[in-house]
């Protein structure tokens, strides 16, 4: 397996366009999560989903970010309108049965540069 | 909340050196995850482990659910172990992770 790939890597974007970030799972994993990482906070979990139903988005910082997952294979993340302070790492990671039974895998990162 | 705490923050050490980095956390867990995280790289898991010891090359991981605490070792450490190492924990219900806030390491030819 190809392991969790996101899309795009980096992305450079002008405050107030629309930023949507994608991510594949490994295939067959029944849970899908998205982080943003800072300097400034760390690791910080936004959403996940299992079986594709989003379970717990309380980290979601506001309105401006949304995400969905229409089927197993398929995540996006979006931002609209970003800000400068939206820049950051985002992860995204699938595992199979949760990260409290087994190995949870990490994409490469999306690099998000919002100016 | 599991509230997960890491030590030493940084760690500098000479090639060849057995290394050591402690982690420990507030609430029962049945797993816990050791991350390594390059410098501007993507997060790598190293282990989960739930009990006892697991070994993969020059990596051990322990861990000791009683005392809620688990340790990360390194044998004859090399400088491309220059990494940030993380631990990870369940919180106690849900799916979600608590993260340590890392360990630098750097090893020094």
């Known amino acids: 397996d190809a392991g969790v790939i996101q899309s795009p890597r980096h992305e450079v974007t002008e405050m107030g366009q629309e930023v949507t970030l994608r991510c594949k799972p490994i295939?067959?994993?029944?849970?899908l999560f998205w982080y943003r990482q800072t300097m400034m906070r760390g690791l910080e979990l936004l959403i996940y989903f299992n079986n594709n139903v989003p379970i717990d988005d309380s980290g979601m910082p506001e309105d401006r970010f949304s995400a969905k997952m229409p089927n197993a294979s398929f995540s996006t993340l979006k931002i609209q309108p970003s800000e400068p302070r939206d820049s950051a790492v985002y992860f995204c990671?699938?595992?199979?049965?949760?990260?409290?039974?087994?190995?949870?895998?990490f994409g490469e990162g999306s690099w998000l540069t919002v100016v | 909340k599991n509230e997960v705490e890491q030590s030493p923050q940084n760690l500098t050490a000479q090639e060849g050196e057995f290394i050591t980095i402690n982690c420990s956390y507030s609430v029962g867990i049945s797993a816990l995850h050791w991350l390594q995280q390059h410098p501007g790289g993507g997060i790598v898991s190293l282990f989960m482990?739930?009990?006892g010891k697991k070994k993969h090359g020059r990596l051990i991981a322990t861990i000791n659910i009683q005392e809620k605490h688990s340790s990360l070792h390194i044998t004859a450490s090399h400088p491309r172990d220059s990494a940030v190492y993380i631990c990870a924990a369940p919180n106690f219900g849900n799916e979600k992770l608590t993260f340590g806030t890392g360990t630098r390491l750097t090893i020094i030819p």
């Open positions: 295939s067959g994993h029944d849970y």
């Open positions: 990671a699938s595992t199979w049965g949760g990260p409290s039974r087994n190995t949870i895998y």
């Open positions: 482990l739930s009990s």
